[in-house]
C-alpha cells in the first residue's frame, strides 16, 4: 500500500511538496509517477520518473513542478511551485514496472496506485 502525504490548501502562487512512500523498496519499480484528477475531468499524468533519471512532465506544469525520487527512503517526490488553480485536484502516486510511457501525447497507465491525496489552489 502507497501512503502519500496530506494535500493541502494553497494560495495561488504558493508551493507544496507533495510525497507517496512505496511499499517495499521504490528502486523495484522501474517508473513512479504522479497522476491527478479534477472534479469532472479525466485522469491526467503530471510527471513520470525513470529509475535511471529520465523524467517527463505534462505540458500544462512544465516548468513548475518536479519530480524526484530517493530510493534509499523508499519514497516518491512532487515539488510544485507557482500553483494555479486549474492544478486543484486530487493526486495520486503510481508505480509500474516498465518505463514512463507516453501514448498519444498523454502518460500511459500504470499498474500500482496509492489512495490519492486532495490539493487545492484558491484564494
Known amino acids: 500500500q502507497f501512503a502519500s502525504s496530506w494535500g493541502g490548501l494553497v494560495h495561488p502562487g504558493g508551493s507544496l511538496r507533495l510525497s507517496c512512500a512505496a511499499p517495499?523498496?521504490?528502486?523495484?519499480?522501474?517508473?513512479m509517477a504522479w497522476f491527478r484528477q479534477a472534479p469532472g475531468k479525466e485522469r491526467e499524468g503530471v510527471s513520470c520518473i525513470n529509475r535511471d533519471g529520465y523524467t517527463y512532465y505534462a505540458d500544462s506544469v512544465k516548468g513548475r513542478f518536479t519530480i524526484s525520487r530517493d530510493n534509499a527512503k523508499n519514497t516518491l517526490f512532487l515539488q510544485m511551485n507557482s500553483l494555479k488553480p486549474e492544478d486543484t485536484a486530487v493526486y495520486y502516486c503510481?508505480?509500474?514496472?516498465?518505463?514512463?510511457?507516453?501514448?498519444?501525447?498523454?502518460?500511459?497507465?500504470?499498474?500500482?496506485w496509492g489512495q490519492g491525496t486532495q490539493v487545492t489552489v484558491s484564494s
Open positions: 517495499g523498496f521504490t528502486s523495484d519499480y522501474i517508473a
Open positions: 503510481a508505480a509500474d514496472n516498465a518505463p514512463c510511457a507516453v501514448v498519444g501525447g498523454r502518460l500511459a497507465n500504470m499498474d500500482f
